[in-house]
C-alpha cells in the first residue's frame, strides 16, 4: 500500500510541469487527494485538494489559475499540473490521500520542484 509520485525536476520561471501519484494497493476511487509543498525553510502547506469521487477540486488562493488537479481512475492516478510556475514555488511536493481534504492516511515520498533560470 503506497502512493508513488513522479515528476519535477527543474523548470523555468514561466514554465510548466506535471506530478503524478500513482496509488498501489489500495483504491483512489473515493478518496481525496490533496496536494501539499513544502518550500525552503518553511512549513509544508496544502495547496489543492480534490474529491478523487466527483472531481471537485480546492486549489488554494496562492496557486489558483495556474494548476489543475485531475484524476485518472483507469490508472488509479491523480495529477498536478503547474503552469506559469514562480521562483517562489520551488518546494518539495506531497500527494496525500484520505477521507477528506487535509485527511492524509497515505502520503507520497515527495518530489522536488525548482523553478529557476
Known amino acids: 500500500v503506497q502512493l508513488e509520485q513522479s515528476g519535477g525536476g527543474l523548470v523555468q520561471p514561466g514554465g510548466s510541469l506535471t506530478l503524478s501519484c500513482a496509488a498501489s494497493g489500495f483504491s483512489l476511487d473515493y478518496l481525496y487527494i490533496t496536494w501539499h509543498r513544502r518550500a525552503p525553510g518553511k512549513e509544508r502547506v496544502a495547496i489543492a485538494c480534490?474529491?478523487?469521487?466527483?472531481?471537485?477540486?480546492y486549489p488554494a488562493d496562492s496557486v489558483k489559475g495556474r494548476i489543475t488537479v485531475s484524476g485518472d481512475k483507469t490508472k488509479n492516478t491523480v495529477s498536478l499540473q503547474m503552469n506559469t510556475l514562480k521562483i517562489e514555488d520551488t518546494a518539495v511536493y506531497y500527494c496525500a490521500a484520505g477521507r477528506g481534504c487535509g485527511i492524509s492516511d497515505y502520503w507520497g515520498q515527495g518530489t522536488q520542484v525548482t523553478v529557476s533560470s
Open positions: 480534490i474529491n478523487n469521487a466527483n472531481g471537485i477540486t
